[in-house]
């Protein structure tokens, strides 16, 4: 059916901060998975495959990381005249500036911008998962009912649902129930942080909620305007079949590599009916050296690996000099594992350098190291099991 006007708005302010070093010098968003793709990516493609071709992403933290990687929009074709990517930094200059203070302060600082633009419906996105969805199907669902607002959900783990907005749905998809991060979770079933909205009512009452909230300002969206959605039998249920996972955790984060190394991943990310696009790198072909032994792991281009590799994922230019032993762990760009060192079960962010005869990691199940950005570890240095380096204060 044809559409009205659609916005798509994502969310990419916030500061990350579970997970910890690796959104010390980037925003979350800009965050590597699978090797050579970003969180944002997800998001993006899903929006290029559903053909909404207008998309503005609200920055905050960090924001370099993540206008360098977005390169005007071009890998998801959104670099357009009329139309495309738009970043929303925060502004001075009017009664909307200053820095957002959640993800509800984010949409009402650009609530003028979006009248201004005439967008019939929003869908409201973060970058914090990994999965796709065709946002066009939710948008028709959307269309074919009385709900300003549409929530798609998903089913999680009983113990970790206390993390996310928490709904119970009723008859119809009629959602009955909203909890923002309970800490006795009635259901399983939790938001996904990807929401179509009609947009005028409910700018409508996020405008009232601000002015309710007075000085204090507005924070997230489950603080206050999805449960008085929810309590006006105004929001309904879009249950999402398919995977999703939230990396919002170091923990979250590496069990996720973990699971798209299996023989049969969860998603295909190269798959040519919808892939994930990214922007282009130029690096050249992975160089393996005779003798290097690589195991049910991920390489990208530029990676070099003379040692041993299993269980892995190998970003660009990661070297692996012989002798060295790298095992369930995640590299980053241009990590460098010198001749006798041994990392397992571990994240090394961007340019680490683990010195010869070193230890990172080892953990047993829930045990993940960590090694932020550029850090140098001379050679005998010992990371143990769940460390952190540097250490957090």
């Known amino acids: 059916m044809p559409l009205p006007e659609v916005l798509a708005l994502?969310?990419?302010?916030?500061?990350?901060?579970?997970?910890?070093?690796?959104?010390?010098t980037r925003a979350k968003p800009a965050v590597p998975f699978a090797g050579r793709f970003r969180l944002i990516d997800f998001p993006l493609s899903n929006c290029q495959h559903a053909q909404i071709a207008d998309v503005w992403i609200s920055v905050q933290y960090n924001p370099a990381s993540l206008?360098?990687?977005?390169?005007?929009?071009?890998?998801?074709?959104?670099?357009?005249?009329?139309?495309?990517?738009?970043?929303?930094?925060?502004?001075?200059?009017?009664?909307?500036?200053?820095?957002h203070a959640g993800t509800a302060d984010s949409l009402w600082r650009n609530a003028e911008l979006i009248r201004d633009r005439g967008a019939e419906l929003l869908v409201v996105l973060s970058a914090d998962a990994v999965y796709k969805l065709d946002y066009r199907e939710v948008v028709e669902a959307h269309l074919q009912g009385d709900q300003q607002l549409t929530v798609v959900t998903t089913q999680v783990a009983a113990e970790d649902a206390g993390r996310y907005g928490v709904v119970q749905v009723g008859a119809d998809d009629r959602i009955t129930d909203y909890a923002y991060k309970p800490e006795e979770p009635a259901t399983s079933t939790v938001a996904t942080e990807v929401f179509v909205m009609t947009a005028d009512p409910v700018l409508?009452?996020?405008?009232?909620?601000?002015?309710?909230?007075?000085?204090?300002?507005?924070?997230?969206?489950?603080?206050?305007?999805?449960p008085d959605l929810v309590d006006d039998g105004l929001a309904r249920s879009w249950a999402l079949d398919g995977y999703w996972r939230d990396v919002g955790t170091v923990q979250a984060y590496w069990q996720a590599h973990q699971e798209f190394l299996e023989e049969t991943p969860p998603l295909r990310l190269d798959d040519p009916q919808w892939p994930v696009h990214t922007r282009a790198g130029s690096e050249a072909a992975a160089w393996l050296a005779r003798g290097a032994e690589v195991e049910n792991s991920l390489v990208c281009g530029g990676a070099r690996v003379a040692g041993s590799v299993a269980g892995s994922v190998l970003s660009p230019g990661v070297v692996i000099e012989a002798g060295a032993q790298v095992v369930d762990s995640v590299l980053l760009p241009g990590a460098v594992v010198r001749k006798g060192a041994v990392v397992r079960r571990a994240i090394l962010d961007d340019g680490v350098v683990v010195g010869p005869d070193a230890r990172v990691g080892g953990g047993s199940e829930g045990e993940v190291a960590l090694v932020g950005r550029a850090v140098e570890l001379s050679a005998g240095t010992v990371v143990a099991p769940g460390g952190r380096l540097p250490e957090e204060d």
């Open 67 to 99: 206008t360098r990687h977005l390169s005007n929009g071009r890998p998801w074709d959104l670099d357009r005249t009329t139309g495309g990517m738009l970043t929303l930094p925060p502004r001075q200059g009017s009664d909307r500036g200053g820095w």
């Open 204 to 226: 409508d009452r996020l405008e009232a909620l601000a002015q309710d909230a007075g000085d204090d300002g507005l924070d997230d969206l489950g603080d206050q305007l999805l």
């Open 10 to 24: 994502i969310l990419a302010g916030g500061a990350g901060n579970r997970l910890e070093l690796l959104t010390a």
